[in-house]
């Protein structure tokens, strides 16, 4: 446990919150007049230790998984979409391969646990701990050892990886039963406030969902513990996800948190260690019903509120230029001083 899971410190680098708040405050700017911009600003600076930081080879790194759960129709789509999905992503054609390129994010898909082999090529890194969970209906979807090696690799994948921003984004048919899982057992939530309609779920379908999971729930009663319930409940993207955020932490990088899958990993990282949370930046608040609930649950305030509900990374994508915004003004913005502007009336 020691080994596997670091500790990441608070930040607090003495009179750097002060200084950036002045900094904020003396931009040519009625005080306060850039909002939540200059928290994003606060933030940023205190995560990169710069009163002038500077976003430098961002990564989007798409975990991919495949769940046994998913076999009993807990999706709207069929597992399989998982691989070809993946396919998309590296054929540049999926939204976040979109937007990534837009953006100048340097996209690396992770295969941490698909049913599917894939050829190796540039931008895909071969992660698989096993080719899509076990049944948590039946069995834990990870064992402990697995779910301490999709841990683990994400870890060292992330310290190779060059650049000071994270974009963590997902794809996995049937894993907003694993969040959903994760958050009902982790804030002892009741399950029908967790669990929505993921890729499509119509209301009885829902229900359906709803109804198995309470029963996932039932049939791990000793999972209690954060690492435990991760390897109840799943899945390997959600680990390997949970490891590089870690790392990244450790590393003093910025990581960008995406919807409701992305932000279950933090959710198990923040009760592990909870200065993980002070170097995340949620991108957006998702539709699937209960992100809204899991991001109270973290005093979270995402940037975004756009309806989506898509996954991929793609809300901490489309967050993005407002991250830049943030370091841009903070570096080239003129001061009241520099400009020669009159501060205040007083
Ligand atoms: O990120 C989100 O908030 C989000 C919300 C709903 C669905 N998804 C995506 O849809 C898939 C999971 O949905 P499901 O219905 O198969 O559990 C997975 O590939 C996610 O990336 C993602
Ligand atoms: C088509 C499709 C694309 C996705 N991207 C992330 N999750 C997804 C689920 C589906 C079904």
């Not at 200084?19 to 939540?36: E, F, M, V, Y």
């Not at 790194?61 to 076999?71: E, I, P």
């Not at 260690?273 to 973290?298: I, K, N, T």
């Amino acid at each position: 446990m020691h080994d596997l899971i670091p500790t990441i410190p608070p930040l607090d680098q003495p009179g750097l919150g002060e200084a950036l708040q002045r900094r904020i405050d003396n931009k040519t700017k009625p005080l306060g007049s850039l909002g939540r911009l200059e928290a994003l600003m606060l933030r940023l600076g205190l995560i990169l230790g710069s009163e002038t930081p500077e976003l430098q080879a961002p990564q989007m790194m798409v975990f991919a998984g495949d769940h046994g759960l998913a076999a009993r129709g807990v999706s709207a789509y069929p597992s399989d979409v998982t691989w070809q999905m993946v396919e998309n992503f590296l054929a540049g054609g999926a939204a976040v391969s979109v937007l990534a390129r837009q953006h100048g994010l340097t996209l690396t898909v992770v295969d941490a646990g698909v049913r599917h082999d894939f050829a190796p090529r540039e931008g895909l890194a071969l992660c698989k701990i096993a080719p899509g969970t076990a049944d948590s209906l039946e069995q834990p979807a990870m064992s402990e050892a697995q779910c301490a090696q999709a841990i683990s690799v994400g870890r060292q994948l992330l310290a190779k990886t060059p650049g000071n921003a994270l974009l963590l984004g997902e794809m996995g048919i049937g894993n907003t039963s694993s969040a959903a899982l994760l958050l009902a057992r982790l804030t002892r939530a009741p399950i029908e406030q967790c669990t929505g309609r993921g890729t499509g779920l119509d209301d009885a379908g829902v229900q359906r969902k709803t109804a198995l999971l309470r029963q996932v729930l039932a049939a791990h009663p000793q999972a209690k513990e954060p690492l435990q319930a991760l390897a109840a409940f799943g899945g390997f993207e959600i680990a390997m996800m949970l490891g590089a955020m870690l790392q990244a932490a450790l590393e003093g990088r910025v990581i960008v948190v995406d919807g409701f899958i992305a932000s279950s990993a933090v959710l198990v990282a923040a009760q592990l260690q909870p200065a993980v949370l002070e170097r995340c930046v949620f991108g957006h608040q998702s539709d699937e019903s209960g992100h809204a609930l899991m991001l109270q649950a973290m005093n979270a305030e995402p940037l975004l509120q756009l309806g989506l509900r898509l996954g991929e990374g793609s809300g901490a994508a489309l967050a993005w230029p407002l991250l830049e915004s943030a370091c841009r003004i903070l570096r080239e913005m003129a001061s009241f001083e520099s400009a020669g502007v009159s501060s205040s009336s007083s």
